[in-house]
């Protein structure tokens, strides 16, 4: 099933960094219409859940306090082959790995502090957005 929808979230090191403008510039400026935004703040039982598929990995318990540690800005992001596009737009998870011109390799610190989070398919997109987003905050 592919949809035209991904979810991402700026981060707390961005938020924290003052990236929220230049990165919300480089989503529009790649052609993604933004349908859905807010600034918000994950609970640590919040950021457990929404990352509960790495809940054996080792380094769950350090994502979980690190994305609960400050504000972040959820957003859902509508265009043609969005998971896929934003996926290439953010660029690799480890910033030093990071192509030219991603927002990983311009605004992240390291790997664990990376800036932005993007959905890996179509039905996590669809997952996450919701997790964040009631319907009628999704436009």
Same mark, same amino acid.
């Given at each position: *099933?592919?949809?035209?929808?991904? %979810?991402? *979230?700026?981060?707390?090191?961005?938020?924290?960094?003052?990236?929220? $403008?230049?990165?919300?510039?480089?989503?529009?400026?790649? $052609?993604?219409?933004?349908?859905?935004?807010?600034?918000?703040?994950?609970?640590?039982?919040?950021?457990?859940?929404?990352?509960?598929?790495?809940?054996?990995?080792?380094?769950?318990?350090?994502?979980?306090? %690190? *994305?609960?540690?400050?504000?972040?800005?959820?957003?859902?992001?509508?265009?043609?082959?969005?998971?896929?596009?934003?996926?290439?737009?953010?660029?690799?998870?480890?910033?030093?790995?990071?192509?030219? $011109?991603?927002?990983?390799?311009?605004?992240?610190?390291?790997?664990?502090?990376?800036?932005?989070?993007?959905?890996?398919?179509?039905?996590?997109?669809?997952?996450?957005?919701?997790?964040?987003?009631?319907?009628?905050?999704?436009?």
């Amino acid at each position: *099933m592919t949809t035209n929808r991904t %979810f991402t *979230m700026i981060k707390p090191d961005a938020v924290a960094n003052g990236h929220i $403008g230049n990165i919300l510039a480089m989503i529009t400026n790649a $052609g993604f219409r933004i349908v859905s935004l807010k600034l918000t703040q994950l609970t640590v039982a919040d950021a457990q859940a929404f990352y509960a598929v790495h809940a054996q990995r080792p380094f769950y318990g350090e994502l979980v306090d %690190f *994305m609960s540690s400050g504000p972040i800005v959820a957003a859902i992001l509508e265009k043609e082959n969005a998971v896929a596009d934003f996926r290439t737009l953010i660029g690799a998870t480890n910033p030093a790995e990071a192509a030219e $011109g991603t927002i990983r390799k311009l605004y992240a610190t390291s790997m664990g502090e990376n800036a932005v989070h993007g959905s890996d398919s179509d039905e996590n997109a669809a997952i996450e957005g919701n997790f964040h987003f009631s319907g009628r905050e999704q436009f």
